[in-house]
């Protein structure tokens, strides 16, 4: 046994200095400040996610950028969105960083206050400043200082089924929360006789509808004091949501899951079977939808998340993606004329174009070509984002307390005090880890 | 426990003979002395440099502070024993190494007792039968994880998965829209059906290969001596099956305690981290709260807790006559 | 076998036939799903059978951008892993099983105790060491993970096949004038048959379906798994299903292929043995 030891130490001290030192860190050269840019060719590596900026936008872009910088190579990957909080947690610490990352607007938070992101504080003006998405400026910044920059966004809002509601004899879209339950009343009483009919598909854990519900009622999901956050579940303003949201479940009857959200089974999918007439979701889901079957486009049109003042829209849940440059990066010269470029209205018109929120234009009239991105446009400017803490990247990763809430209070598996006294203990806790 | 504990001689070679003066020890050149260590060479280097290297860094991270900050600009940052306090001091810690345990003892014994069930099954059945049985075992072990997790939340789905349409259908009208993911047991269940079911064939596979290496004639003279089904088994099976039935089990304790992707993929760990088991508070610790510290601890004080559990057996191993030559 | 009555058999085959069914449904379900269509799979019926196939999720998954290069990139990991973990397990499992010398017993218990360690706590340390060895987004650096995944488990099966093959044989072997890598060629490789086959579809089964490790070092996509190829089928705004049971179904196939071509070895391996025995 000793003899052992003996050889397994030594070993571990041979397979030491193979490794060299590893996990003393990485290059020295992060110490971020800026240097000469080096002569002759040189590469950018830029990170997006699947299925945000569309394809024509970033050969256009990549191009032009290429054009203007002579020797200059843009590498465009594109990332999936499974893992991706490993593969930028390791992408950040190697040696050749990636040059421009896209990070959710809810995992901003962490990258900015965990000092891992360039502070572009100096350079908002020229990234569009004066145009930014109110939620997506505030995920970007801590501590006073600006690590993101806004990219795009998207909220949800209810899509509709324009055939059934003529037939039902609903002549305008909702703008209150009771004519929403009127509508549902109507769609019942017409269709009702079909046992796969459902006015309204709503599944369980749709939190971002219930935070629509929560900011509607004056509430929020956490107080901030300075930097530190507190659930604040345990209100009236929630309680009055969640009613709202088991009220819907109620009278619409929906057959979706009680414990899984949008995803699970992919609602849009549900939506093109045809016996769907409303659901609440983000406007591409028309095109998944009619994926099942294609004259379904045409019929869906939508409507802003009604408020329960009549007249207003709700405000709404804000997700959307950020820009930043990496800390360890090597070419932040190359990297802020990048995003520069990408900012530019040139660029954020293209964003509307494709249906999606521009980050830093305020120009959204190519999105009221199309009523489904009308009625987005038109609640997005009342959009909010998550608590910007670090903590909530803990929440985002898979541990949500808000949808347990939710299951527990839907099935009455809890009192209302108990869910929300449970879910604020969660979020307390992620929030202090 | 005795001390025939000859391992995974897992496709069915026979016991060898027992050899109890076979040991020559004639005179070695320096080339015979050499010639283990340069055979062992290649597997020792790898295992050290890519094991156990990383291994003794996670005991060092363990009493660092390694969050994405210090990870990306290299800091080290000693912290002591703060990050084992912060660990021991959750209860939460304590709930799910037990519910991790207990997770682990159900998944290893139903695991085991189908695997033989089964490999006692293929013993008896005829050729053709026992060929679509082994074929169908194949599919369910070398079908992918990711596969077999995203076809089994399908399967329990509330409204769309197939076992609720079936009971229902069956008559069972409780099951319109039951939620088998409500609690943490019975998700866990749910998970540990995945897992025992994926974990079945290599049990039955070995656990079978031990069982023909039996010598027919062994069966035929308890027949002879008037054995019936069962204590022919325990006289002649068990006998041959014992140590791979030892070894199936070290290696299902540790792979069941370690199993994180099933349960990650199933529901997170949730609902309300009811399901979770360590490997997720692990990873909830690291990659999703970039506390890597913390992690580390939570990686070492896993280890510890199987080398306790298995001690004995570890021990027995390298002890045993049997693994002496 | 023993003699069974004519009703003792057909109860055994038919409870034979039932576990067989039981294993095989997900598996089954899967490929069904995989035949239908999005309409289809959200209908609130169910067919037990496929009546109106459609071949399009097959189509659809195959002719995505880079399958071939993912597919290849995954051969060439996985099928040198499992080559490199053999050939160093045997060259381990040898001595340890016939030879005495200083250490053996600290190497079991190294072989042992390298199984236990929880590989999702691994990576960071295994990223830092591959980078700086410069082995990251090189499929020589993930295949050398993956046989350091296998290894311990190779070695160690192996080496209760090796001590299963009479030292008698191997004796006569060198009596006859083999030659000590004369008998290992002929006499102990054909033995070991069935452990290299059981060993080998454990180390193609867990490289195949690695995720993790594959994911995040290999960050070039023309470096990147098959694993990762599957997860793009899972996108922030929902799953495709029929197209993820689809390419599970043609993830599925290279190791069944595998499981298929050896498994012949493991039967003949084992009837062999009893024959033998």
């Not at chain 2, 897992?10 to 010639?35: E, I, M």
């Not at chain 2, 990686?299 to 045993?320: D, G």
């Not at chain 3, 650096?141 to 096949?161: D, I, K, Q, S």
Request: hydrophobic share 45%; glycine share 8%.
């Amino acid at each position: 046994m000793r003899v052992w030891s003996k050889a397994l130490i030594g070993g571990v001290a041979v397979a030491l200095t193979v490794a060299g030192c590893a996990g003393s860190g990485s290059s020295s050269s992060s110490s971020g400040t800026t240097t000469a840019p080096p002569a002759g060719p040189r590469t950018i590596t830029v990170w997006l996610m699947n299925g945000s900026a569309p394809t024509t936008l970033t050969d256009e872009l990549n191009k032009e950028f290429q054009d203007s910088h002579k020797d200059v190579t843009v590498k465009y990957e594109i990332q999936q969105w499974n893992g991706i909080q490993d593969k930028l947690t390791t992408a950040l610490a190697s040696n050749n960083p990636p040059d421009v990352i896209e990070i959710g607007n809810t995992q901003a938070p962490k990258f900015a206050s965990d000092g891992v992101l360039e502070d572009v504080t100096a350079n908002v003006n020229d990234f569009n400043g004066a145009n930014w998405l109110a939620s997506l400026k505030a995920s970007g910044q801590w501590d006073g200082k600006q690590y993101a920059v806004p990219f795009y966004a998207a909220n949800r809002e209810i899509l509709y089924r324009k055939d059934l509601f003529e037939q039902a004899g609903i002549t305008a879209p909702p703008t209150s929360r009771q004519e929403w339950l009127d509508a549902i009343g109507k769609l019942k009483a017409k269709f009702g006789s079909d046992p796969n009919f459902q006015a309204l598909y709503l599944p369980g854990q749709n939190w971002y509808t219930l935070l629509s519900f929560i900011y509607d009622e004056g509430g929020d999901i956490a107080k901030q004091d300075g930097k530190k956050f507190t659930g604040s579940l345990e209100t009236p303003e929630v309680k009055a949501a969640l009613d709202f949201y088991k009220q819907l479940v109620d009278v619409s009857g929906t057959k979706a899951p009680k414990d899984a959200d949008e995803q699970t089974p992919e609602q849009a999918g549900i939506f093109g079977q045809g016996k769907v007439a409303m659901m609440v979701a983000l406007p591409w889901e028309v095109a998944t939808a009619a994926k099942s079957d294609p004259t379904i486009k045409d019929k869906t049109s939508g409507f802003p998340i009604p408020s329960k003042t009549a007249g207003q829209t709700a405000p709404v849940f804000q997700g959307g993606s950020d820009l930043a440059i990496p800390g360890n990066s090597k070419n932040k010269d190359l990297a802020r004329e990048y995003l520069k470029l990408i900012t530019s209205d040139k660029y954020q018109a293209q964003f509307a174009k494709a249906g999606m929120i521009p980050g830093t234009s305020k120009d959204v009239s190519a999105l009221q070509a199309d009523p489904v991105n009308a009625a987005m446009a038109k609640a997005s400017p009342n959009g909010k984002s998550t608590p910007a803490t670090p903590g909530w990247a803990t929440i985002e990763a898979g541990q949500n307390p808000i949808k347990d809430m939710l299951t527990a209070y839907l099935t009455g598996a809890k009192t209302f005090e108990q869910a929300t006294k449970d879910a604020d203990d969660a979020l307390n806790k992620a929030f202090s880890s | 426990m005795t001390s025939t504990v000859d391992t995974a001689r897992s496709a069915g070679t026979p016991p060898p003979a027992a050899r109890p003066g076979v040991r020559r020890r004639a005179r070695r050149s320096l080339s015979d002395l050499a010639t283990p260590y340069l055979m062992l060479g290649p597997a020792v280097l790898v295992m050290l440099a890519l094991l156990c290297w990383p291994a003794v860094q996670v005991l060092f991270i363990s009493f660092r502070k390694l969050d994405l900050g210090e990870l990306v600009r290299g800091e080290v940052k000693w912290v002591g024993f703060d990050n084992y306090k912060n660990v021991l001091t959750d209860p939460d810690f304590w709930v799910i190494s037990l519910r991790t345990a207990v997770f682990t003892v159900v998944l290893v014994a139903s695991t085991l007792l189908i695997g033989l069930g089964i490999a006692v099954l293929m013993r008896h059945l005829a050729g053709w039968v026992r060929v679509v049985l082994q074929v169908c075992l194949v599919l369910a072990w070398a079908t992918p994880i990711v596969a077999t997790t995203t076809i089994f939340q399908w399967m329990f789905d509330q409204n769309y998965g197939i076992l609720n349409k079936t009971l229902v259908k069956l008559g069972f009208d409780s099951y319109q829209g039951y939620s088998w993911f409500s609690t943490g047991t019975s998700t866990l269940t749910v998970i540990g059906i995945l897992i025992v079911w994926q974990a079945v064939p290599f049990i039955a596979f070995t656990l079978y290969a031990g069982l023909i290496g039996t010598p027919k004639d062994l069966y035929e003279a308890a027949a002879i001596d008037g054995a019936n089904g069962w204590s022919a088994f325990r006289a002649v099976s068990w006998p041959s099956v014992r140590p791979l039935l030892m070894l199936t089990t070290f290696l299902s304790v540790l792979w069941d305690f370690r199993a994180f992707t099933q349960v990650w993929a199933i529901r997170q760990g949730g609902p309300d981290g009811k399901s979770t088991t360590l490997p997720v508070l692990l990873y909830l610790k690291g990659i999703a709260g970039s506390h890597f510290g913390v992690s580390a601890a939570v990686a070492v004080l896993m280890l510890v807790i199987l080398v306790a559990v298995t001690w004995r057996y570890v021990r027995l191993l390298v002890r045993s006559p049997e693994t002496e030559l | 076998m023993l003699r069974k009555s004519r009703a003792q058999r057909v109860v055994l085959t038919v409870f034979g036939l039932l576990v067989a069914a039981v294993f095989v449904f997900p598996v089954y379900w899967m490929f069904t799903t995989a035949l239908k269509t999005p309409a289809q799979i959200l209908s609130p019926d169910y067919d037990l059978i496929p009546l109106s196939a459609t071949l399009k999720n097959f189509t659809n998954a195959i002719t995505k951008p880079d399958f071939g290069t993912f597919l290849t990139n995954s051969l060439v990991v996985t099928l040198g892993a499992v080559a490199c973990a053999l050939l160093a397990g045997m060259l381990a499992a040898v001595p340890l099983a016939r030879l005495r010398f200083r250490g053996r017993k600290g190497f079991i218990l190294l072989v042992l105790v390298a199984q236990m360690a929880p590989l999702e706590a691994l990576f960071v340390p295994m990223y830092l060491i591959m980078r700086d060895a410069d082995l990251l987004n090189s499929l020589l650096g993930l295949g050398l993970v993956y046989v350091a995944f296998t290894l311990p488990f190779t070695v160690w099966t192996l080496r209760g096949f090796v001590k299963g093959i009479p030292v008698e044989l191997e004796e006569a072997g060198m009596v006859d004038g083999c030659g000590r890598w004369g008998v290992f060629r002929r006499i102990t490789f054909p033995l070991l048959g069935p452990g290299l086959v059981a060993t080998s579809v454990f180390s193609f089964i867990t490289a195949w379906n690695e995720f993790l490790y594959a994911l995040v070092f290999m960050r070039e996509k023309d470096k990147q798994t098959l694993p990762v190829w599957l997860s793009s089928f899972k996108t922030a705004f929902g799953t495709d299903w029929g197209g993820i049971m689809a390419a599970s179904v043609i993830y599925a196939i290279p190791a069944l292929i595998f499981f298929l071509l050896v498994q012949r070895k493991l039967v003949s391996g084992a009837t062999a043995g009893a024959v033998k025995g």
